[in-house]
Structures are given as C-alpha cells and as structure tokens.
C-alpha cells in the first residue's frame, strides 16, 4: 500500500483502495468521470447505473481489486443512505401534502391577491422561494407552471417577466438549502454543520434569488417576448378540493423544520456546552430527522384533516409521495458511493495536493469542479455528490462556517448553464412553449447568473466570516 492510501484509511472506511501516485489517480478521475458522462448523455443510462460504472471503472483504472473498489462503493452508499435517505422520504412526503391539499395553492392565491404591477415578480419570487422550501424542483415547477401561465395570461404579462422569477426561486433552492438532496450529500460529504449551512445558505440565496429572478426577469422578457400557452394550462389540486387549509397553518408548516434547525444552530453557538440541559435538548429537536418528521406529523391536522382528508386517504398519500423518489434515492446513494471510491483511492488527497501546489482557494476550487462535471453530465445532484466526493478532504481543517461554505459552493457550481444534456431544460422549455434558443436565452443564462453570483457571495462571506 503506498503513502497515499495509507493517508486516506480512515478509522471506520475499509481498507483504502491502492494507488499508484498522481498520474494515475488523475487518469482514473478522469476516466471514471467520463465513464459517468458518456453513459448519461450517449447511452440515456440512469444516473443511479452511470454513477455505479463509473466507480468501478475508477477503481479499475486507479489499480484497485475489484473486491475493494465494490467494497468502497458499497460502503458510500450505505453511509450516504442512511445519513440523508430519510430526510429525502420526509421532505418529499411533506411536499405531496403541501400539493395534494391545496396548501400551496392556498399560499399562492394569498400572495397574488396582494400583488400587481410591477410588484408581480417579486411576488412569484417569493411565491416559488417559500413553496421551494420542501419541494423538489421539478415538483415546484409542475405546482407553479399553472400559476405563472394564468398570470401571465389574465394580467397581461410577459411570459418571461413571471416565469423567470419563478423558476429562479425554485432552482435557488434547490441547490443551495436543505432539505433538497443536493445540499443534504454535500453536508454528510463534508461533514458540515446542518443548521449553519442553513442559515448561510438562505443569507446566500437572498441575493441571489434577487438578481437571477426579478431583476433579469426585465432583460429576459426583452429578449424573449412570448404568450402563455394556452395547451400548457393543468388543472391546480386545490380545483377538486371543497375546502383547503389556511395560509397561517400552511406557512407555520413550511417554516417549522426550518426554525428548528436554526434554532439548534443559534443555541449551539450561543451556548456552546454539550452537557447543557438546553442545548442537548434543541440538538434533539433540531436535528433534521426530528425536525421534517415534526412537520410532517404537523402537516397531519395542519394541512390534510383542514382539507377533509380521511385516514385511508393520509396513508395513500404517503405512499404515493414516497413511490417518485426511488430513483432521487439511488442516485444519491449511488453517489454516495462514488465519493467513497474517490475517498479511498487517494483522490481527496491528490486534491488536497493539487489545491497547495496551485494555490487555488478552496471554495473556488470546489465551484469548479462542480461546474465541469454539471457542463458535462447535466444533473445538478450528480454534480453536487460528485463534487462533494472529490473535495471532501479540503474540509478537515475548516472552521464550520467555512465548511458551510465548501457546501455550498459546490452547490452554486452544480447550477451552472443548463443546457440540452438537462431534463430541467426541456421540462422548462416544453411547458414555457420555447424553443431552444429561446431557453437557452432565458433558462440557461438564469441558471448561469444563479451559479455565478451565488459562487462570488459565498467567496466574499469567506472573507468577512
């Protein structure tokens, strides 16, 4: 076993993949990354299977037992599973209630009926941000398409005035807050603090969300000029609904696992005593398992009874909200293990190295890397997991907001320019009615904007923090 290995054992990890210096390593990064890209855009190859190839080519062509490489990859992604697995089943089933009783519905009619003009879009930003919060973002997308046609249409609106706020919102927090999948792998990559990261990643996407959604909004809506379409226009849940719950209630469910983790991170702070009745006690509370697990059960009487669901009905409804996040699942878990493989093979050292001897800052490093493998396989998660694998290491020595800011700085990165490799990019194109110059005129440079400012923020906190 050479040096390098030997570096990277950790106590609990199996035994370190064997590696043959730099060179090789760099190779098999290489050909294990391009195993992952050629698969997915060639081939159409699931990520969840893409992502298990490539870790054993990676492991291959780093000189490993194929015994080992397995072993690695397994391992990453039980680890990967079980640390974020069950906060993914949470934020999704609370996302089906939000939709399924017309909670969101609820939050949007409130908000409009006190916008118009020109306050619109930031009414849709705000609109897209707080709906975002739990949902998945093409599930915010098919939720708020509707919305932001009939505005558009009933108000007379351009498409992209409206649109772009929206989906600015909802891509902002996708990559940038938990409990979205993305930034939930970066944090047990890393090891970050959850509730800090939280709280940065909200203070990152306040200025953010501004500048890619309301204001290029005015740019976007210059350059593409388009009606809503009218074929695109969905029925919204709440329509088959006879009554649906309140705005106070739903906006209290929302924000409850949000306030929680918060509150943990401010009373860690705060404190700072691990032996304090206080603070053991918002650790429990806080943590994100109790903390989505509290709003779910919330949600219950908050959200489903106000809207006349029966018990069958709860239960059917969990069920169906667990059944679409199978493939979001192993696709982190897969992840999950291609990081491990990185990990034992030496490549966060080799990382490490290379960061020193190149004198490249650690977060703008990370941004990089993101951004090269979101360019080349179009999937903001794989991205993101990815990433998170390769720069693992630069965080040992980090404070907690800077490790903060290592996650999210790979989140920033794996947003950059969506292009026609990205199922986002036809979702937004096919119910927007553009064609593809037109979305990569209005989606992909949002998106680019998106990357790019939330990427220089977390640059200039490093700085001040």
Excluded at 344 to 360: H, K, R
């Amino acid at each position: 076993m050479t040096r390098l290995s030997v570096e990277m054992l950790a106590a609990d990890a199996p035994e370190p993949i064997t590696s043959a210096g730099h060179a090789q390593l760099g190779i098999a990064v290489l050909a294990g990354i391009a195993v992952i890209v050629l698969l997915i855009t060639k081939f159409k190859l699931h990520a969840f299977l893409s992502l298990t190839l490539g870790s054993l080519a990676l492991g291959a062509f780093a000189g490993a037992p194929l015994d080992k490489a397995i072993t690695s990859f397994t391992t990453g992604l039980g680890t990967t599973v079980a640390g974020v697995g069950v906060l993914i089943a949470l934020g999704a089933i609370l996302g089906k209630m939000l939709a399924d009783s017309g909670g969101a519905d609820q939050i949007v009619d409130t908000i409009l009926a006190r916008a118009s003009g020109r306050s619109m879009p930031w009414a849709m930003v705000l609109i897209a941000s707080v709906i975002g919060l739990p949902l998945f973002f093409e599930v915010g997308v098919v939720l708020l398409i509707p919305v932001v046609l009939m505005v558009a249409k009933r108000g007379n609106y351009s498409l992209m005035k409206i649109g772009i706020p929206a989906l600015a919102g909802l891509s902002v927090m996708h990559g940038l807050v938990p409990p979205h999948p993305g930034p939930l792998v970066a944090i047990d990559a890393v090891e970050a603090n959850l509730g800090v990261t939280l709280a940065l990643g909200v203070l990152v996407a306040i200025p953010t969300v501004i500048i890619s959604g309301p204001l290029f909004a005015r740019y976007a809506a210059r350059w593409v000029d388009v009606p809503a379409p009218d074929r695109m226009i969905p029925q919204r849940a709440s329509e088959e609904l006879e009554k649906r719950p309140g705005f106070g209630a739903t906006l209290a469910t929302i924000l409850l696992p949000v306030v929680l983790m918060l509150s943990k991170a401010l009373v860690d702070i705060v404190i700072d005593d691990p032996e304090n009745t206080v603070q053991r006690v918002f650790d429990v509370i806080g943590s994100p398992l109790i903390a989505l697990l509290a709003a779910v059960l919330m949600g219950i009487f908050t959200l489903l009874r106000p809207a006349g669901f029966a018990k069958e009905r709860v239960s059917q409804l969990v069920e169906k909200g667990l059944a679409p996040i199978a493939g979001i699942l192993l696709i982190v878990g897969a992840g999950g293990g291609f990081k491990q493989t990185l990990i034992d093979s030496g490549v966060g050292q080799m990382v490490l190295d290379i960061s020193e001897d190149w004198s490249i800052p650690a977060l703008l490093l990370a941004w990089l890397i993101a951004v090269a493998i979101r360019l080349a396989t179009g999937s903001a998660t794989v991205a993101t997991v990815s990433a998170a694998g390769l720069v693992a290491p630069l965080a040992a020595d980090m404070s907690t907001t800077h490790a903060a800011l290592l996650v999210l700085a790979i989140g920033a990165g794996s947003l950059f320019f969506s292009h026609v490799n990205d199922a986002g990019f036809w979702l937004v194109k096919e119910y927007f009615g553009l064609n593809v110059g037109q979305t990569l005129k209005t989606w992909s440079v949002m998106e680019t904007i998106i990357s790019v400012v939330a990427g220089g923020v977390v640059l200039l906190l490093s700085l001040i923090i």
